[in-house]
């Protein structure tokens, strides 16, 4: 690379950053709308036209606010865990392959995971040095929740990569010209999505916050700065989630505006199963994960992996 295409790459991943925080901001109003008329009520409706100047003035008021230490908790860690947990759900949009490609590499579906996987510290961490049991306990629920999760989603990521014989986020959009994954793996799909759903603690699996013992889990010691940080990192979280989704089952294709409809289509079913779903039993979601999700995608990950044997055995013989 030379040094016009590292000072390109520089400005459009700031610029990328800025569009997401801002997509973020909009994505929360669209989910109080939603939710609001699902309950039949309004939503925001004072702050601007239809409140539609309601998330900014919310990230006002939160940044401008004292931020309050708990007393006997971990100084560092409480301060810097917040920031360290919204930087990983910022780093791993650069691998979505868009018209400027920013970071592709290889190897960039095995950057994902490890991304994904170490933003469970940060959430663990944070728990911790709140040095309360209610955020300690909403952690250790997160932690085994997501861990859980995280091996059927591996697995599902790595069925497709043996699919398509690499690991290169680029490859998604090729081999789905003609027919969508989503198509003829349908299964694998849907267990994605309820996969994505549990990843990210959302409802009907949103233990890490359950209202009625938790109040509000890890991040109940956490106010103004540090609570929006972690609100943005989430949110960030679900929208990188809806788009990966998209370029892994429903074509990919970045460039087009039926890519970004299809990610709405998908952001909005995140808050449309929020509002229709009672929240699940803890019991029953770790059932759901080990007993179904895992026997069926390993099922098809043995599948696949099998006709990969038999195909290069048919090409050799021939």
Do not use: H
């Not at 490890?114 to 629920?141: D, H, P, Q």
């Amino acid at each position: 690379m030379n040094i016009a295409e590292i000072v390109m790459t520089l400005i459009v991943s700031v610029l990328l950053i800025v569009v997401v925080l801002v997509s973020v901001a909009f994505f929360t109003l669209l989910e109080r709308k939603v939710l609001g008329f699902m309950q039949l009520r309004k939503g925001p409706l004072k702050v601007g036209f239809l409140g539609i100047v309601q998330p900014f003035n919310d990230a006002i008021k939160l940044f401008s606010k004292e931020f309050v230490f708990p007393y006997m908790g971990n100084y560092l860690l409480f301060y810097f865990m917040p920031m360290m947990g919204m930087f990983m759900s910022m780093w791993v949009w650069l691998l979505i392959p868009y018209i400027f490609i920013l970071f592709n590499f290889n190897l960039g579906v095995l950057f994902m995971l490890a991304c994904m996987s170490v933003s469970v510290y940060f959430m663990m961490i944070s728990g911790w040095a709140s040095n309360s049991n209610y955020a300690k306990l909403g952690s250790l629920r997160g932690m085994a929740q997501t861990i859980s999760y995280e091996v059927s989603l591996a697995i599902i990521l790595l069925s497709l990569v043996i699919l398509m014989g690499g690991f290169n986020m680029m490859e998604f959009t090729g081999y789905q010209e003609y027919v969508w994954f989503f198509v003829f793996i349908f299964p694998l799909g849907m267990i994605m999505f309820t996969s994505m759903l549990a990843e990210l603690n959302r409802a009907p699996f949103d233990f890490i916050e359950g209202e009625s013992e938790l109040v509000s889990g890890f991040n109940i010691e956490y106010g103004a700065g540090g609570f929006a940080l972690i609100f943005l990192a989430e949110y960030s979280s679900i929208i990188f989630m809806s788009m990966l989704f998209v370029v892994m089952f429903l074509g990919g294709m970045t460039f087009s505006i039926v890519f970004y409809v299809k990610l709405m289509v998908l952001g909005f079913s995140f808050i449309w199963v929020r509002g229709l779903l009672p929240r699940y039993r803890y019991d029953k979601l770790m059932n759901l994960t080990w007993k179904f999700f895992l026997p069926i995608s390993l099922n098809y990950l043995l599948f696949f992996f099998s006709y990969l044997i038999f195909i290069c055995n048919f090409i050799s013989m021939n």
